[in-house]
């Protein structure tokens, strides 16, 4: 707990100035949510930008803003001035922000608890929801929503099961990252990353959330190959033996195991085809991408994959744009794959497995545009990183 004091102590003092601000963002909930996203723009303009110089990556991202915001106001789709701004300026300032925070403080553990932190705030007011609607509910909501706070239950204070997974994806990335610590019995520290990946994971399995359980198992198994890869046989033997208890746990736990494989069950039944469905709503939307040029957001509901809501709202040219730089980004990221063993590079890939994999599946910017701006953050740390081309010393 001194190290993580120690650490946060260090980014307020190196100059990283909103530090606190990106706190509040990652809630996603605060009021006045644009005027923060303005000043935060502003200031990473100021300061920021003369430290950290443009990269490919963050040219494209904005000419997708610039791209995307045109065509969004151009179709008649409201925003006042400050949300006009703040949605603007988020896409880019929070992957320069990225990049600035890794060159002010290059220094793994920091940098660590910098995501672990912002993890943690994004996914802790719904683990408290998740609770409380376990013990009103069960372990198993069927109607997959839970009710925000104390409020009479109606459709309009119930977060669907979509937000709600996405917002505790993050999480799921912590348990391979525990298995890159050396000294894992050693730390409660090492074992917070177990705590919020069991918590997210629990927050799916209540809303029976199919993509979250993907999602965990991807991490888990990147998270293997990439301790396999540094010869590190200690981890494949914890994660085997975690596998294998889930495995054999699951189903032999009584009416509770199942319950669970019941109620999964019964949602394969209950859709006509493989990923709810979503390969139809694919080839209804695709058509779409030369037909309508600027947008067809009247025409279909959402097409359930984040490249494709991008171009249902403003067309072809930022789903252009965001596809190639969701190709740079991955590139990237298989960079660090090949680095050697470290904790904070695990809890990376790991956070863009999640990403990348409920993209693939959910109108992710639509859902919550706090949660996508943190995204953009993440992958400015990672660009850094390989652009520094010496990562941090290893957290032990």
Same mark, same amino acid.
């Given at each position: 707990?001194?190290?993580?004091?120690?650490?946060?102590?260090?980014?307020?003092?190196?100059?990283?100035?909103?530090?606190?601000?990106?706190?509040?963002?990652?809630?996603?909930?605060?009021?006045?949510?644009?005027?923060?996203? *303005?000043?935060?723009?502003?200031?990473?303009?100021?300061? *920021?930008?003369?430290?950290?110089?443009?990269?490919?990556? *963050?040219?494209?991202? %904005?000419?997708?803003?610039?791209?995307?915001?045109?065509?969004?106001?151009?179709?008649?789709?409201?925003?006042?001035?400050?949300?006009?701004?703040?949605?603007?300026?988020?896409?880019?300032?929070?992957?320069?922000?990225?990049?600035? %925070?890794?060159?002010?403080?290059?220094?793994?553990?920091?940098?660590?608890?910098?995501?672990?932190?912002?993890?943690?705030?994004?996914?802790?007011?719904?683990?408290?929801?998740?609770?409380?609607?376990?013990?009103?509910?069960?372990?198993?909501?069927?109607?997959?929503? %839970?009710?925000?706070?104390?409020?009479?239950?109606?459709? /309009?204070?119930?977060?669907?099961?979509?937000?709600?997974?996405?917002?505790?994806?993050?999480?799921?990335?912590?348990?391979?990252?525990?298995?890159?610590?050396?000294?894992?019995?050693?730390?409660?520290?090492?074992?917070?990353?177990?705590?919020?990946?069991?918590?997210?994971?629990?927050?799916?399995?209540?809303?029976?959330?199919?993509?979250?359980?993907?999602?965990?198992?991807?991490?888990?198994?990147?998270?293997?190959?990439?301790?396999?890869?540094?010869?590190?046989?200690?981890?494949?033997? !914890?994660?085997?033996?975690? %596998?294998?208890?889930?495995?054999?746990?699951?189903?032999?736990?009584?009416?509770?195991?199942? /319950?669970?494989?019941?109620?999964?069950?019964?949602?394969?039944?209950?859709?006509?085809?493989?990923?709810?469905?979503?390969?139809?709503?694919?080839?209804?939307?695709?058509?779409?991408?030369?037909?309508?040029?600027?947008? !067809?957001?009247?025409?279909?509901?959402?097409?359930?994959?984040?490249?494709? /809501?991008?171009?249902?709202? *403003?067309?072809?040219?930022?789903?252009?744009?965001?596809?190639?730089?969701?190709?740079?980004?991955?590139?990237?990221?298989?960079?660090?794959?090949?680095?050697?063993?470290?904790?904070?590079?695990?809890?990376?890939?790991?956070? /863009?497995?999640?990403?990348?994999?409920?993209?693939?599946?959910?109108?992710?910017?639509?859902?919550?545009?706090?949660?996508?701006?943190?995204?953009?953050?993440? !992958?400015?740390?990672?660009?850094?990183?390989?652009?520094?081309?010496?990562?941090?010393?290893?957290?032990?």
């Amino acid at each position: 707990m001194k190290n993580f004091l120690i650490d946060v102590k260090t980014l307020f003092l190196r100059g990283t100035f909103a530090f606190p601000l990106l706190l509040i963002l990652a809630f996603g909930n605060v009021g006045y949510l644009d005027y923060f996203l *303005c000043f935060f723009a502003v200031c990473v303009i100021a300061f *920021c930008l003369r430290k950290v110089p443009l990269d490919r990556e *963050c040219v494209l991202l %904005i000419a997708f803003a610039v791209s995307y915001t045109l065509i969004f106001l151009a179709n008649g789709y409201y925003h006042t001035i400050p949300h006009s701004f703040g949605f603007f300026f988020s896409f880019f300032t929070f992957y320069i922000y990225g990049r600035f %925070i890794v060159k002010r403080v290059p220094s793994e553990r920091a940098l660590l608890n910098l995501l672990l932190l912002v993890t943690l705030l994004i996914c802790l007011p719904y683990y408290i929801e998740t609770f409380k609607d376990i013990k009103e509910s069960g372990l198993i909501n069927v109607s997959r929503a %839970i009710t925000l706070e104390d409020e009479e239950v109606d459709d /309009d204070n119930r977060i669907n099961a979509t937000i709600v997974g996405i917002m505790v994806s993050y999480g799921l990335a912590g348990l391979g990252t525990f298995f890159s610590f050396k000294n894992k019995t050693k730390s409660l520290y090492c074992w917070s990353f177990i705590a919020i990946s069991l918590l997210s994971l629990l927050v799916n399995i209540h809303i029976v959330n199919r993509a979250g359980i993907v999602v965990f198992i991807s991490c888990l198994l990147l998270s293997v190959f990439y301790q396999l890869r540094a010869k590190n046989t200690g981890m494949l033997v !914890w994660g085997v033996i975690f %596998i294998l208890l889930c495995l054999v746990l699951v189903p032999n736990v009584g009416d509770l195991g199942d /319950d669970i494989v019941s109620v999964y069950q019964d949602r394969a039944l209950d859709d006509e085809s493989s990923m709810g469905n979503r390969g139809d709503i694919w080839k209804k939307n695709i058509p779409h991408l030369f037909a309508d040029f600027f947008g !067809w957001r009247e025409k279909t509901g959402f097409a359930h994959n984040l490249w494709l /809501d991008f171009a249902r709202e *403003c067309g072809i040219i930022p789903f252009v744009l965001f596809l190639l730089f969701s190709i740079l980004t991955i590139k990237t990221a298989y960079r660090l794959f090949l680095i050697r063993n470290s904790p904070l590079i695990c809890f990376i890939l790991g956070i /863009d497995t999640a990403i990348l994999l409920y993209c693939m599946v959910e109108p992710v910017f639509q859902a919550n545009r706090c949660y996508f701006y943190v995204s953009c953050f993440v !992958w400015g740390i990672q660009s850094q990183l390989i652009k520094m081309k010496v990562v941090p010393s290893p957290v032990k």
